[in-house]
């Protein structure tokens, strides 16, 4: 009997605890939801009493987008507030495409260039070429009109026309075209080849609509039309990312039905949700590497990080971005919408590479990276150790290649993009892409064309000089030092045409793109780079030593 009112007595008391704890939620709750009304109570006669009674009148959208932005501070930079007026930036984000005319420009001094035309391009169809000058459009001048402006003006809805007039480049000529808009749709897929005679390469751009099936459809046919491909790699360098769904349809082409990729888990507990493979995939046992680098985001790195996390490929590169939430769009009043951070995604080892801790702020508002300290490890299907919270690990790291000062100055003023211009002109034709090259002749003739031009700059060495004389002039230290600083300025004082021989190799390469981009456009550009890409190459070795390929997806890490 004393045993059961023992179990009685356990009884009301864990239903009393029960009882308080819902009530202590419930209260906590209902505190929270209190505070909010109270707040937006307060905010509402806050903003009524100052519009009716400060000395000048305040316009109410700006205040209001103030306010607003002060609230999306407290949040991560994907976090964002969508006005109806930037509804087709988002549109594109998602389905890549937009109305326009579908073409690159750039605004240098008074007037702005054609720098890139799109194949099959209402731009394209008109015969607008790279390196043409906008004169006028629909009567009106467009001489000193800021580039965004006229940028804007460019895009429209499919089917309006705009009337221009574009001036050549070389012979002043200038010819009107009237350019009807179209709906363009930037492929995600920008060029599908093979390198080293048998390796498949894919470069995609972004995870949009489709993009999916842009690359299941370019693996296929890879391998139809190269029965002895010995490997696939795929280009996920600077892609930002998109859609989550794409990413999975990627991954699915690569791995058998009913595999877990992605999984999603936030705030709201019914949205979590796990993402598998749904269809039949093209190739489980084709080599397949995956290159990133720190631009590389988002879908990209659920990519990246399924393959490496199931141990299909091998990723190659650089660390990518590390980011690791997820966004969904939310309807507003008066055509708005808000793009809110509604969870975080994890991959097949149950590992989120976000790499930016938004939820812990430092007194003065910034925020850290996660410390090395607190990565967690986890395991991939065959055992190999991996991070979480710093993007995705290279499983083969190749550093990245940085371009010379002189180089970066030749593209900036534009001579690089000029010379090509002149050089389209003088020849009709040229070879194939990928075979194209720049004799010592024409090099030299381009290094004629810079003797009258300004390219003056200052070498990274020469900057940390000015940034340390700077430094010590505020330490008072500059007067003892003076005559070791002439020296060292004077010995480290470079010459411009020593650094174009020094760097010609490099400066070669950039002309040989941009010129292969007049006759074969961003199809053409991509095949010659990629003779002497480090990445490409690297990854194409690994696939052709498939007993360096397997080591790389057993080892530990």
Request: with cysteine; net charge neutral.
């Amino acid at each position: 009997m004393r045993a059961f009112f023992n179990r009685k007595k356990k009884l009301i008391t864990a239903l009393l605890l029960i009882i308080i704890a819902a009530g202590v939620f419930a209260f906590n709750e209902n505190d929270k939801y209190f505070q909010i009304a109270k707040n937006l109570d307060i905010f509402a006669a806050f903003y009524r009493e100052l519009n009716t009674y400060y000395v000048d009148d305040l316009p109410p959208e700006k205040i209001m987008h103030k306010g607003i932005e002060a609230m999306l501070e407290e949040t991560d930079p994907f976090t964002d507030f969508v006005s109806e007026e930037n509804l087709d930036d988002l549109k594109f984000m998602a389905t890549g495409k937009y109305g326009g005319v579908g073409a690159s420009i750039n605004t240098n001094g008074d007037w702005t260039t054609i720098t890139d035309v799109y194949e099959g391009s209402p731009m394209d169809k008109a015969g607008v070429k790279p390196g043409d000058i906008i004169v006028s459009m629909d009567g009106k001048s467009v001489k000193n009109v800021a580039q965004e402006e006229i940028s804007r003006q460019l895009k429209g809805a499919a089917g309006t026309s705009l009337d221009m007039v574009f001036r050549n480049p070389l012979t002043g000529v200038e010819t009107p075209r009237k350019i009807v808009r179209e709906e363009i749709n930037v492929k995600p897929v920008s060029y599908a080849g093979i390198v080293k005679n048998d390796i498949g390469y894919i470069k995609m751009t972004q995870f949009t609509e489709n993009s999916g099936a842009m690359v299941r459809k370019s693996v296929e046919q890879l391998k139809q039309s190269n029965p002895g491909l010995k490997g696939i790699i795929l280009d996920l360098r600077s892609n930002p990312g998109g859609l989550l769904d794409e990413a999975v349809i990627v991954a699915n082409i690569f791995v058998d039905k009913n595999r877990l990729i992605v999984s999603t888990r936030g705030k709201v507990k019914n949205w979590d949700r796990s993402y598998e493979t749904t269809d039949q995939p093209v190739d489980v046992h084709l080599p397949l590497t995956v290159l990133t680098n720190h631009s590389s985001a988002s879908a990209s790195e659920i990519v990246a990080g399924s393959m490496q996390d199931l141990d299909r490929g091998v990723v190659i590169g650089q660390r990518s971005y590390g980011k690791g939430l997820v966004q969904t769009t939310r309807q507003l009043p008066y055509n708005t919408k808000l793009k809110v951070t509604t969870a975080r995604y994890y991959t097949p080892s149950g590992r989120c590479i976000q790499a930016i801790d938004y939820s812990h702020r430092n007194d003065d508002g910034s925020v850290d990276y996660v410390p090395d300290s607190l990565r967690k490890s986890f395991t991939t299907a065959g055992g190999r150790a991996v991070k979480d919270g710093g993007g995705i690990e290279p499983d083969a790291k190749v550093d990245p290649s940085y371009i010379s000062q002189v180089a970066i100055t030749l593209l900036r003023k534009q001579f690089i993009f000029d010379y090509a211009t002149t050089y389209y002109y003088s020849h009709p034709k040229i070879t194939a892409p990928a075979a194209f090259s720049l004799s010592d002749a024409e090099f030299a003739d381009f290094e004629r064309y810079l003797e009258n031009k300004d390219y003056s700059y200052k070498t990274r060495s020469e900057e940390a000089l000015d940034s340390f004389k700077s430094t010590a002039r505020k330490e008072k230290y500059y007067d003892a030092i003076a005559n070791e600083l002439e020296t060292l300025e004077a010995k480290m004082k470079h010459d411009k045409k020593q650094d174009l021989l020094k760097n010609k190799t490099e400066i070669k390469r950039l002309l040989e793109e941009e010129i292969v981009n007049r006759y074969y456009l961003q199809k053409g550009r991509i095949a010659r780079s990629l003779e002497w890409d480090n990445e490409v190459n690297t990854a194409a070795d690994i696939l052709h030593n498939q007993a360096k390929y397997k080591q790389l997806l057993t080892i530990a890490r």
